[in-house]
Structure formats: C-alpha cells, structure tokens
C-alpha cells in the first residue's frame, strides 16, 4: 500500500490521472517546449504508482524502506512531475515552472535539483542499469523495497538495455519490475518502420523475465498487473504496456509528430476541454 497517498477506488484514480493529463498539458504549453505524447499515454502508470501501489512517504524522501521510482526516458517527465506534486513532493503550481531558468523541473530530470527523484536521466537506455543496481544493493543489504524502472519502448533499440536486462536475470532481480511503455512511436516515427521490436513479449521472456502485458491506458489492468508482478518470484519482471500516445487528446492519439511538439493556445483550450468532458464523465459514473 502507499504509505501517504492511497487512492483505492478505479474512478478515483481515474479522475488523478485525468487531472495529471490536464497539468501536463499546462506546464507544457507554458514552458513552449517538451514532449506531450509519452507524457500523457503513461499518465495511468505514474497513476496507480505514485497513488496505490508505490511504497513511498513524500515527507520523507531518504526513507530507506521506500520503493524507488526510475525514469528512463527521461523526455516525458512532465508526466513524473505531475505525479510528484499532486502526491505532496512539492507545490502543484510549481508545475508552471517546466523547463525555466532557475527552475527544479528540469527538462530531464536531474536528481540534485529536485528531492524525490531517484535519478538523473536524459541519456536513453541507462535508467534500467540505474536501476538494476539498486535492485542488486538492495538484496545484498537484505531490503525489500521494489525497483520500479520505466523505459520507453524506442529507448530498447540500444544494446545498453538488453545487457542490462541479461545481468538483472542473471542475479534473479525479483525486486525489480520493468515497465516497457509500448506506445509504437519515437521521434522519427512507428518503433515497427525504424526498428522493429516485435515479438517483444518473446524477446523478453528469452531473457528470462516474467512477462505480463496489458493495456496501460486501462487502470483495473495496471492495479492488476502491477500487484501480480510484486508476486513473482527468483527472476526480474517486465510489464509491456500497450499505451496510446496523446492519450485523451483526439488531435493527438497515435501521431508521432507530438512525441516532442507542445500545444498552442488554441490546442491547449480544444485539448482541456476533451479532458473536461471526460471528467465529467468520470465523475458522472462514481
């Protein structure tokens, strides 16, 4: 269970990652630059992680008993910092502040600017050798915290990963839970026609993880996934997480071109709107 930020009921949790999908629109549109799609398509995830499943205390960032958050793709961080003050690590208006001069919100994460992040990133591929040492540290001092690292499915194209992959296996990371946002773009298109990686569930389970996929835009499914996968046992797990990028966004669902592109006024008003509709909705059906 969370330890501060518990959010039990699927609509509840729905409504949250409704109102992370509107701030990231926000902060996006206010800082005039960043990567809109990512963000939004994992908005569930970074949902039912910073508000049901994770083990955290935003008051008390050095908790050695917390479980750790590892972003990967550094790029869609808005989604992250969306997370982080709405659970209570630091003001909600400070969002406003993305990617400006002085600011904390870095536009990839920096570890030493903002507490509560567990890691740098930017460099893609890296995150999961970040967090496959912290999976390893923590069986050797006999923690039981979980590793939660999250990776974008173009990051995967790099040979960095998969060596980090074999040597997460290879020590029986059981701690450590992978999540793949398999959203099918990057910034130069469908993940299929730059590289393909499919059959990536099969890819996976050669590696010897346990492999769980499912709809991530579907919270019941992610609440599901993510308490089966902290069953497993002697080796990592990878959730592939087939997500719709833009998700919430009519314009921008399943368009590669708003991997790193941010709305204009009259975007950000349609988009907002869209959200409010299904908001309603939501709130209609509680």
Same mark, same amino acid.
């Given at each position: 269970?969370?330890?501060?930020?518990?959010?039990?009921?699927?609509?509840?949790?729905?409504?949250?990652?409704?109102?992370?999908?509107?701030?990231?629109?926000?902060?996006?549109?206010?800082?005039?630059?960043?990567?809109?799609? /990512?963000?939004?398509?994992? @908005?569930?995830? *970074?949902? #039912?992680?910073?508000?049901?499943?994770?083990? =955290?205390?935003?008051? $008390?960032?050095?908790?050695?008993?917390?479980?750790?958050?590892?972003?990967?793709?550094?790029?869609?961080?808005?989604?992250?910092?969306?997370?982080?003050?709405?659970?209570?690590?630091?003001?909600?208006?400070?969002?406003?502040?993305?990617?400006?001069?002085?600011?904390?919100?870095?536009?990839?994460?920096?570890?030493?600017?903002?507490?509560?992040?567990?890691?740098?990133?930017?460099?893609?591929?890296?995150?999961?050798?970040?967090?496959?040492?912290?999976?390893?540290?923590?069986?050797?001092?006999?923690?039981?915290?979980?590793?939660?690292?999250?990776?974008?499915?173009?990051?995967?194209?790099? /040979?960095?990963?998969?060596? @980090?992959?074999? *040597?997460? #296996?290879?020590?029986?990371?059981?701690?450590? =839970?992978?999540?793949? $946002?398999?959203?099918?773009?990057?910034?130069?298109?469908?993940?299929?026609?730059?590289?393909?990686?499919?059959?990536?569930?099969?890819?996976?389970?050669?590696?010897?993880?346990?492999?769980?996929?499912?709809?991530?835009?579907?919270?019941?499914?992610?609440?599901?996934?993510?308490?089966?996968?902290?069953?497993?046992?002697?080796?990592?797990?990878?959730?592939?997480?087939?997500?719709?990028?833009?998700?919430?966004?009519?314009?921008?669902?399943?368009?590669?071109?708003?991997?790193?592109?941010?709305?204009?006024?009259?975007?950000?008003?349609?988009?907002?709107?869209?959200?409010?509709?299904?908001?309603?909705?939501?709130?209609?059906?509680?």
């Amino acid at each position: 269970m969370n330890k501060v930020n518990n959010i039990s009921g699927v609509v509840d949790l729905k409504l949250m990652a409704n109102t992370l999908r509107q701030d990231i629109l926000k902060a996006l549109h206010e800082a005039g630059s960043g990567h809109a799609a /990512g963000a939004l398509g994992m @908005a569930d995830i *970074f949902t #039912a992680l910073y508000f049901n499943i994770a083990n =955290i205390d935003p008051g $008390d960032v050095s908790w050695s008993g917390r479980d750790r958050i590892v972003l990967s793709n550094g790029h869609i961080c808005p989604v992250l910092y969306a997370a982080m003050a709405h659970a209570g690590y630091f003001p909600v208006k400070e969002l406003m502040t993305l990617r400006k001069f002085g600011g904390r919100l870095h536009g990839h994460p920096h570890n030493e600017a903002l507490p509560g992040l567990e890691n740098s990133s930017g460099p893609l591929g890296q995150g999961i050798s970040i967090a496959a040492g912290m999976a390893l540290a923590a069986k050797m001092k006999s923690q039981e915290h979980t590793v939660y690292c999250l990776m974008g499915d173009g990051e995967i194209n790099e /040979g960095q990963p998969w060596e @980090a992959f074999m *040597f997460s #296996a290879a020590k029986k990371l059981d701690n450590l =839970i992978v999540i793949i $946002d398999r959203n099918y773009i990057q910034i130069d298109g469908n993940t299929e026609e730059v590289m393909p990686l499919d059959p990536l569930d099969k890819k996976f389970e050669a590696f010897n993880f346990h492999v769980i996929e499912i709809d991530g835009n579907d919270m019941a499914a992610v609440l599901s996934a993510l308490a089966d996968a902290k069953k497993v046992t002697g080796k990592p797990v990878c959730i592939i997480a087939n997500t719709v990028p833009g998700k919430g966004v009519s314009f921008m669902e399943r368009k590669h071109e708003w991997h790193g592109k941010v709305p204009d006024a009259g975007q950000l008003e349609k988009a907002l709107e869209e959200l409010d509709e299904e908001r309603a909705g939501l709130e209609g059906s509680a």
